[in-house]
């Protein structure tokens, strides 16, 4: 059965499609088939709240080619505002990825991997050449952490480009990854580039990833809060309260206006 195409949902000024992880494929496909670049936010609540703060973050958010519902919140707000359920789900990075590239095995599409240390690309290479064999992995950067300079950036676009990949998978972190690809994406001219984020630490063994069942239940924040408390305390319990309360300042807003429309239409009556 044909996906069904991705709903866009406004989730505090963040447009996210709504969708199944295989209808993200599928769209990945008809940019690579159209030669169309594009380039997509694996986007959770992390990254809506720092939209909040940052309006050039937004806008790449918003001119994004796709932007998937990373988080549970994401898929549960998307599943209550558009009430179809069956055909929303969690598009998370990893997953994305790894579907991704079990559908090249057929398509053969061609991947290049730019981010994390040289470490980490190279045991990610091997973990996916023995996982899913018949995938191209066409070339890997490593850059600093620093930012490039304009010679070095020139470098990696004139890397990338020879490669010629379909699809770049951009392992950074939020909103690094977002620039990166909203700047480089015509330079370019790839049809996908694709920021996951920690997912090259998952696949390469070198971060262990949370359980499916605190995945699929909102929890794997706590996971990997438990796991590295000191880097990543600041961003859950702070954004995390912060989501929520942004919401429900959404919420009241809205039930504040239909309440003051219904008012001005009955005192607006004969």
Known sequence: MTPAPATPVEILG???????????VDTIGRWIDRGDPHYVCVTGVHGVVECQRDDDLRRI??????????????VWLSRRRIGDRRRIERVYGPDLMLESFARSEVTGWRHFLYGSTRGTLDRLRRNLRARIPRAQVVGAISPPFRPLTADEDADVTASIAR?????????MSTPKQERWMA????????PALVGVGAAFDFHAGVTPQAPRWMQTSGLEWAYRLGREPRR??????RNNPRFVWLLAR????GRTGATTRTT???????
Do not use: C, F, K
């Open 163 to 171: 490669a010629r990949p379909d699809i770049v998978w951009v392992g």
């Open 232 to 237: 990543l305390a600041g961003r859950y319990l």
């Open 264 to 270: 001005q239409r009955d005192d607006s009556s004969p």
């Open 14 to 24: 963040v447009r996210v499609h709504a969708q199944t992880l295989h209808g993200a």
């Open 183 to 190: 700047d480089h994406v015509d330079r370019l001219g790839v």
């Open 250 to 253: 959404e919420a009241l807003r």
């Open 61 to 74: 958010h918003n001119e994004a080619g796709m932007v998937t519902t990373d988080g549970m919140p994401l």
